[in-house]
Every structure is written in C-alpha cells, then in structure tokens.
C-alpha cells in the first residue's frame, strides 16, 4: 500500500518535523514553569476610529511568550499547541484578569469608554461555568462590562451551535460585548448573521493578503461584508490593514474602525498606556514609533 513505500517514511521522519516535536516538547516541559515566571506578556493593539481623527477607541489583547534564552515567541508557535494539550485556559484566564486590572484603572482615569477585547480558546469556551467564571473575575476588578468585548473564531460555530448561542447570550446578559473574530475566514454561513446575537464582526484579513489577480475579488467580498454589517446594525471593523490604499478603500465603503500596522503593531501594556494617556491632538502614530517597544 501506499502508505508502506520507504520513501514515504523518510518524508514522515525528517529532520525538520523531528526538530518540531522537540520544538513542542520543549515548550510543553516549560509552559507552567513559565506562566509562573511571569514570561507570558499581555500586549495589545490599538484600533482607531477614522472618523473621529484615528482615536484610539479600543485594543486587542494578544499574548506573547518572552523566553530567556529565545526572545519573544509568537503567538503562532504556541496557541495551537496549547489548544490541543488544554493549558490556553490558562493563559486566557491570565490574560483575562491582566486586562480587566488595566482596563478599570483606565476608564477611571483616562478614556470611560474604551474598550478592549480578547481571543478565547475554543476548547475553553465550552467548559461548564465558562462565563460566569469571566464574570466573576470582572467584578472583581469592579470593570465595566460593556467595555470588555470577546472575540470569538467563526469556526467555533459548527462545533456545537446550540450549546455556543447559550455561552454567548450568558455572556451577553453579564454585559460583555461578542464580536464575531476572522468573519469569512472559513466556515461562514450567512444564515449564522441572524442567529448569533453578536455586537462586532471583524472581517478576516485574508482577504487583502490576496495574489495580484484576486486581489479585486477580495475587495469586492469585504465591500460587501461591511454594507452587510451596516445594514444589520451591528459594527464592523477591518483588521490586518497595512497601506493607506486599503485604508481608503475600506473607509470608502462606509467601515471606520481600523486595526492594523498602518496604525500600530501589537505593543507593550505601558507604551499602550502613554499613548491613550496623551491629549488627543497629539500625532499618536508619529510619536508611537519613538516610544521604547519589544
Ligand atoms: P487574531 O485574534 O485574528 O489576531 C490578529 C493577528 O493579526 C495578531 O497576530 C496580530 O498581531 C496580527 N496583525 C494585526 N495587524 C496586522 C497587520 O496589519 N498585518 C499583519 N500581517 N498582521 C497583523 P498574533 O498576535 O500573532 O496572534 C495570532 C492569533 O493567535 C490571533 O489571531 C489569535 O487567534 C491567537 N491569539 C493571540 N493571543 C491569544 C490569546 O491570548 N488567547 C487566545 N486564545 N488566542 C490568542
Ligand atoms: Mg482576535
Ligand atoms: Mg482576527
Ligand atoms: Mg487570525
């Protein structure tokens, strides 16, 4: 049979894939150890609101693995990982609390109506007592709920529909904000629009990574994308936007909301904070690119 032929094993057994299993393995003996060194960073990235002069009106939390010896490690390299051996839900919860510590202080004493948002794993957000567990950590920090928004994976939905819509509207009824994360990016259905009760769409940013000859085809989905989020009423953003080319294009077709490097990469929670914390005038974006980074 196919699978038999020595050549084949020679594909399945090479160097690079043995060094990937020891890559994960190495991880794996160290994630623990450190979480508790603190090697895990919460850093975020701002998004704008292009009508209101690229105010930043909320962020993304995204983690970052800092290791002694290797630097920072991207998300990429570990959150699948993670997701299969169950240890994201712990660096959810920790990002979690990071954020909800944050983000009270700063509506307090800077901008009461910015919002952050946050990635949850999707082994995670079916375990029993999910939410309430988020709730509780946000009453903790006395946050204000409708400022913290969860960004949920499209994919998520076809694993158990019924079972997310009840996690969602529970959400939902603690106040949290649901934003649907990489809309288009898979497994979309329209149908789903009416359905999950969500708050955001995120388009998935796919669709300006294109070869040259789709690239009018990817434009045509997200201009249709964001009319469709107009209508239904719910907000849309555009992330992943590089250029001044897409931003135009995405504003021309009635979407404001802007994350991306054209504006800001992901950033240290103290670079974050000297941004939002300086007069709105100022070139945020300009004096960004001075500020100490990773
Ligand atoms: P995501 O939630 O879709 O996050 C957006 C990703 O796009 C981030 O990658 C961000 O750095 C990147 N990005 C933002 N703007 C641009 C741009 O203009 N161009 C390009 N090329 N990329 C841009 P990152 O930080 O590497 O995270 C990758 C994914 O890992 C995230 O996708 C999310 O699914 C997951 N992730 C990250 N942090 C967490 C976390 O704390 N918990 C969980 N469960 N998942 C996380
Ligand atoms: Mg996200
Ligand atoms: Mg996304
Ligand atoms: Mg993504």
Not at 115 to 130: P, Q, W
Request: net charge negative; with cysteine.
């Amino acid at each position: 049979k196919n699978y038999c032929k020595p050549d084949m094993k020679i594909m399945f057994y090479d160097d690079s894939m043995y060094e990937s299993r020891m890559m994960e393995r190495r991880l794996e003996n160290r994630m623990y150890h450190a979480l508790g060194k603190g090697e895990f960073e919460v850093f975020v990235q701002p998004k704008v609101d292009t009508d209101l002069n690229n105010k930043i009106i909320s962020a993304e939390a995204l983690v970052r693995w800092r290791d002694p010896d290797e630097g920072y490690i991207q998300p990429s390299r570990f959150i699948p990982l993670f997701e299969h051996n169950g240890f994201l839900e712990n660096l959810d919860l920790y990002t979690f609390d990071v954020i909800c510590m944050h983000l009270a202080r700063w509506n307090r004493e800077i901008d009461p109506d910015l919002r952050i948002s946050f990635n949850i794993s999707r082994s995670y957000i079916f375990k029993e007592g999910f939410a309430r567990r988020l709730n509780d950590i946000a009453d903790i920090y006395a946050v204000n709920k409708s400022n913290i928004v969860v960004e949920i994976v499209e994919s998520m939905l076809f694993e158990k529909p019924d079972q997310l819509i009840n996690i969602i509207m529970e959400m939902k009824h603690y106040g949290f904000k649901i934003a649907m994360d990489d809309f288009g990016s898979g497994y979309s259905s329209l149908s789903m629009l009416k359905q999950i009760p969500f708050d955001i769409l995120k388009i998935d940013q796919g669709f300006f990574r294109t070869e040259k000859n789709n690239e009018e085809k990817g434009r045509a989905i997200v201009d249709v994308i964001i009319q469709l989020a107009n209508r239904l009423g719910v907000e849309v953003i555009t992330e992943g936007i590089e250029t001044k080319d897409q931003l135009d294009f995405v504003n021309r077709c009635g979407c404001h909301m802007v994350q991306g490097f054209y504006f800001y990469a992901p950033m240290k929670i103290e670079k974050f904070e000297t941004l939002i914390a300086l007069d709105d005038g100022f070139d945020k974006i300009e004096y960004s690119k001075h500020l100490y980074d990773n």
